[in-house]
């Protein structure tokens, strides 16, 4: 992969697959399911960069999804922000209850809750251990209690980040004029989540749960 993305055509230009790019394993082909994936086109030397489901690439008759140039990728996710700016009241609304539902459902008492039956389940455990008296229920408790405590603290956590890139999108909406002109690697980077490639249009997922569709 290094070598290949290194490899230089005859006027010794860069050719081939590149990865480290804003839009990298974040474009998916809604046909198959795929990832996209970043070319460097040349054709009658017109340079193009274009994104093509990596099904399509290897077997055209398996997939056909449509093939996207970066310049519509990038002015159609200018276009999706803009779409958010200028619709900010509404999406403000939703992301504010988006926020609420987190944050109620990232209740920090049940993993106290949790943690505290433990203890006395442990407690009672050693007593039953010293007096010699079966204690396979308990620990068959223990056992499963442990299992939801993982999955208690592995969803706060999610919760935390969740929470998180809403109140990101929350600022960054809060701070923007209403509209931008350019297109911004960095606001893909901190912003988006993936682009769905379809047959009319391109859907932008937003890290904050915002879905957005542009036709393109
Ligand atoms: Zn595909």
Known sequence: MARRSSERDLNGRRQGFSANHAFSHMVTCECCGEHFRRLHWNNR???TIVWRCKTRLEDKTRC???TVSEATLQEAFVEAINEMLGNSDEYLKK???NLKTAIHL???QSAEALA???RQLQQELIDRTESGTNYDDLAEE???LRELQEQTVMDDAAK???RERIQ???HFINSQPRTITEFDEALVKKLLESVKVCDLFLEFRFKSGVTISIEK
Request: hydrophobic share 45%.
């Open 45 to 47: 030397g017109k340079k």
């Open 64 to 66: 056909m999804a449509r």
């Open 95 to 97: 992301l504010e209850s």
């Open 106 to 108: 990232a209740n920090p």
């Open 116 to 118: 505290e039956r433990m």
């Open 142 to 144: 223990i056992l499963r």
């Open 160 to 162: 935390a980040v969740h």
């Open 168 to 170: 990101e999108l929350l």
